[in-house]
């Protein structure tokens, strides 16, 4: 109890979020919850060392455990994703999407990825981040009738604009990515094709989604999400000279020390998913939010593309007369954490949004099963139809810290 001694407000602060990650339902998309062993490893002495540089190659002297922590990450996560090369130094997935990027671009190329009102992520193009700051960016979205990618309207794009570099991957896209398609449109236009799996990495490394690792040129993740591991970043390849350029650009390029404690906590993750255990936990995933989202449309809600191939939906509320700010700000009340989302054409600015994106792998990180999944979604009907009600919010509430009681946090006693 140092910290409670050293200094209490800190303490108070860490010991709430405890209480309330315990007595909640998290289900926002692209959070989980680590094992004891990865929290541990976060938290260990290994955050006193710095080691600029990679293993056998330390402008610093004492790195002698260092490397060796670092090897093993490495050769992990190869084995896990089957890649040739990897680096495990970046801080996040943003890091190292930008390390992807500088590796095969320079400033005023241009680059394509999906617009961030179609699912994609900030660093695929958006304007407000670097991605489309630092390169001159373009954006495909979804097919309006279907909600799904349209890969003849990718291409007819890429052809137009000849991007430098094509972004795949998503932050809200709820169906499967086909990368060979997205492979045949890059080398259509001479593009480097990179794959952003930060929320379908767990999926991939099960083998429960097609694998990018050997189609596109540079692959890149999060390793938080359904890999379940410390919030981090990491990049793969099977090309050795991209490999050269990858590391070189992070770092000296836009890292110093990397964060060892986390690679660590990588490291520990990635012997984990490499367990049979793990396959098993995905397949549950993947059953429980197919099961939520078949009862939530039974009530009515429409959901983009009209279901899941993965572990997440985006919940369009426009027929439901509802903001994804109000419903996530009600379902907050009622104990349940979820994020607003823009959908496609939202009519709404990002801070309102029309959608809300809800995904089950915390959830199914605590034990929870099909029985608590129709339970939760007839809890986000009776959120909507009382949004205004706060005796129903509460009454909701109480019942919710009394399912989570039942299916403790790792790491939390």
Not at 56 to 72: A, H, L, R, T, V
Not at 146 to 162: M, N, P, Q, R
Not at 385 to 406: F, G, P, R
Request: positive net charge; contains cysteine.
């Amino acid at each position: 109890m140092e910290l409670k001694k050293a200094d209490g407000n800190i303490y108070k602060l860490i010991e709430a979020e405890k209480i309330r990650q315990s007595e909640g339902l998290e289900m926002i998309a692209s959070e989980n919850y680590v094992s004891e062993a990865v929290l541990e490893a976060t938290g260990s002495i290994l955050t006193n060392k710095y080691a600029e540089g990679y293993p056998g190659k330390k402008y610093y002297s004492g790195c002698e455990f260092i490397d060796q922590i670092e090897n093993i990450a490495i050769e992990r996560l190869k084995k896990l994703f089957g890649c040739k090369f990897a680096n495990v130094q970046p801080h996040c997935g943003s890091s190292a999407n930008m390390a992807a990027y500088l590796a095969v671009a320079k400033a005023g190329d241009r680059i394509l990825g999906q617009s961030l009102d179609a699912g994609g992520h900030l660093t695929h193009g958006a304007k407000v981040s670097f991605s489309g700051q630092i390169f001159e960016s373009f954006s495909y979205g979804l097919d309006p009738n279907t909600g799904l990618l349209d890969y003849g309207e990718v291409e007819k794009i890429a052809k137009k604009v000849k991007p430098k570099v094509i972004m795949c991957g998503f932050s809200a896209y709820p169906r499967a990515i086909d990368f060979k398609k997205f492979k045949k449109i890059a080398k259509s236009v001479n593009a480097v094709l990179i794959a952003d799996i930060a929320h379908i990495a767990g999926l991939v490394a099960a083998g429960y989604h097609q694998s990018p690792v050997g189609v596109a040129d540079i692959v890149t993740s999060t390793t938080h999400k359904t890999l379940r591991g410390p919030r981090s970043g990491i990049i793969m390849t099977n090309d050795e000279e991209l490999a050269k350029k990858i590391d070189k650009v992070v770092f000296p390029g836009i890292q110093g020390g990397p964060l060892e404690h986390v690679i660590a906590a990588k490291a520990v993750s990635f012997g984990e998913a490499l367990k049979p255990q793990f396959k098993k936990y995905i397949e549950n995933v993947l059953g429980n939010m197919k099961v939520f989202a078949k009862t939530l449309m039974a009530f009515d809600f429409d959901l983009v593309s009209g279901g899941t191939d993965n572990h997440l939906i985006l919940v369009d509320l426009r027929s439901k007369n509802l903001t994804g700010k109000d419903f996530a700000h009600a379902l907050h009340e009622a104990g349940i954490t979820v994020n607003k989302n823009s959908v496609s054409n939202d009519p709404q600015p990002p801070m309102i949004t029309s959608g809300v994106r809800v995904g089950t792998a915390a959830l199914t990180t605590r034990g929870m099963g099909i029985a608590e999944m129709q339970r939760i979604a007839e809890m986000f009907n009776a959120v909507a139809e009382n949004i205004s009600d706060d005796k129903e919010l509460q009454k909701i509430s109480k019942e919710v810290k009394q399912m989570c009681k039942k299916f403790p946090v790792p790491g939390i006693k």
